[in-house]
């Protein structure tokens, strides 16, 4: 059984620091992109980064660029998404899927996702 568990996540003052985790298990795709999307109350949900497993490849929405870092162990299968410079608008449950396509530096549309992860929330707070 494929899961994916999501850590990490907590409350923080603007301009703070938190690292999220994802860890997978339960698989052996040759390779996959993981992405983590977020969505805030009332919101759609957004794609924002990415990550291909076998070149570590990876993506970043505008919104995230310059102040998110995704990275990855691919021995432990972890996932990692280092979110800096935080800012009240980052505010939202935010959550690990896997697609087991090697998308290359491009993000996956939500409903192609094989896999999620329950969610973890971020809240960043004046």
């Known amino acids: 059984e494929v899961q994916l568990v999501e850590s990490g996540g907590g409350l923080v003052k603007t301009g703070g620091s938190l690292r999220l985790s994802c860890a997978a298990s339960?698989?052996?795709?040759?390779?996959?992109?993981i992405a983590w999307f977020r969505q805030a109350p009332g919101k759609e949900r957004e794609g924002v980064s990415s990550i291909t497993i076998s070149d570590s490849t990876t993506y970043y929405s505008d919104s995230v660029k310059g102040r998110f870092t995704i990275s990855s162990d691919n021995a432990k299968k972890m996932v990692y998404l280092q979110m800096n410079n935080l800012r009240r608008e980052d505010t939202a449950a935010y959550y690990c899927?896997?697609?087991?396509?090697?998308?290359?530096?491009?993000?996956?549309?939500?409903?192609?996702?094989?896999?999620w992860g329950q969610g973890t929330q971020v809240t960043v707070s004046s």
């Open positions: 899927a896997l697609s087991p396509v090697a998308y290359r530096g491009a993000l996956f549309y939500s409903y192609l996702a094989a896999y």
């Open positions: 339960g698989f052996s795709f040759d390779d996959y992109t």
